[in-house]
């Protein structure tokens, strides 16, 4: 399944910026989703995540500051950045685990991957 992403981009601290996840296949209805970022030198983390009963659950460090949500008739993923910071910046990628039961909660999990969505933000 192809993931694409969108809605990266160069933003000063404060700022926002709304991503979004769309699959290539009309019928993929994933189990869960999420977003996960990686910066240079670091390893990939999850960011948020939408679990399958439609729970959320955010790193530490985004929360109040992000919001995962899901449009099922258009079947896209968003991301919701606000007061974004300068370590907010890093490569971006939409994950979905295609199989009931699946898990998106780590990297390492069975996913399926887009090829991720660059934001930059400067201080």
């Known amino acids: 399944v192809h993931l694409v992403e969108s809605g990266g981009g160069s ?3 404060g700022g926002s910026l ?3 996840c ?3 296949a009309y019928t993929y209805s994933p189990y869960c989703m999420g977003w996960f970022r990686q910066a240079p030198g670091k390893e990939r983390e999850p960011v948020a ?3 399958s009963d439609g729970t959320t659950s955010y790193v530490d ?3 109040g ?3 995962i949500s899901k449009d099922r008739a258009k079947n ?3 991301l919701q950045m606000n007061d974004l910071k300068s370590e907010d910046t890093a490569m971006y990628y939409c994950a979905a685990a295609a199989l009931m039961g699946g898990s998106c909660r780590s990297p390492t999990d ?3 991957w887009g090829q991720g969505t660059q934001v930059t933000v400067s201080s």
């Open 76 to 78: 896209t993923l968003y």
């Open 18 to 20: 709304r991503l979004s």
């Open 61 to 63: 460090s985004v929360k």
């Open 49 to 51: 995540i939408l679990d």
């Open 65 to 67: 500051r992000f919001t």
């Open 22 to 24: 769309t699959s290539s």
């Open 110 to 112: 069975s996913l399926d």
């Open 11 to 13: 933003v000063q601290a």
